[in-house]
Nanobody
Framework: QVQLVESGGGLVQSGGSLRLSCADSGRTFRSYNMGWFRQAPGKEREFVASISRSGGNTYYADSVKGRFLIARDNAKNTIHLQMNSLNPEDTAVYYC????????????????WGQGTQVTVSS
């Protein structure tokens, strides 16, 4: 059973940084590819980043490449998203997600989702 809980969202000024975390209380965390998506008001949920089971492969949306870093700690059943050089366009609810098979950009391919955490970047 996968149960994802996000934390670390908040309000930050443009150019600032935030670190999001996602913890899984289940026992099979290391069996899942993990990812982050985000959804801004009036927009579709979009891919941000993903990481393979071992952490050896990571993928990023072009809009965050070079600014965001995804990492996982399988010993702690946790993933992180370090977000640097934030700008107002990064404002959204950020969702942690897990899937046994998929790791790509299509939200409907991911099976398990957290409740989301709000990130607001002021200009």
């Amino acid at each position: 059973q996968v149960q994802l809980v996000e934390s670390g969202g908040g309000l930050v000024q443009s150019g600032g940084s935030l670190r999001l975390s996602c913890a899984d209380s289940g026992r099979t965390f290391r069996s899942y590819n993990m990812g982050w998506f985000r959804q801004a008001p009036g927009k579709e949920r979009e891919f941000v980043a993903s990481i393979s089971r071992s952490g050896g492969n990571t993928y990023y949306a072009d809009s965050v490449k070079g600014r965001f870093l995804i990492a996982r700690d399988n010993a702690k059943n946790t993933i992180h998203l370090q977000m640097n050089s934030l700008n107002p366009e990064d404002t959204a609810v950020y969702y942690c997600t897990a899937d046994f098979l998929h790791i790509g950009v299509r939200a409907n391919e991911w099976d398990h989702w957290g409740q989301g955490t709000q990130v607001t970047v002021s200009s």
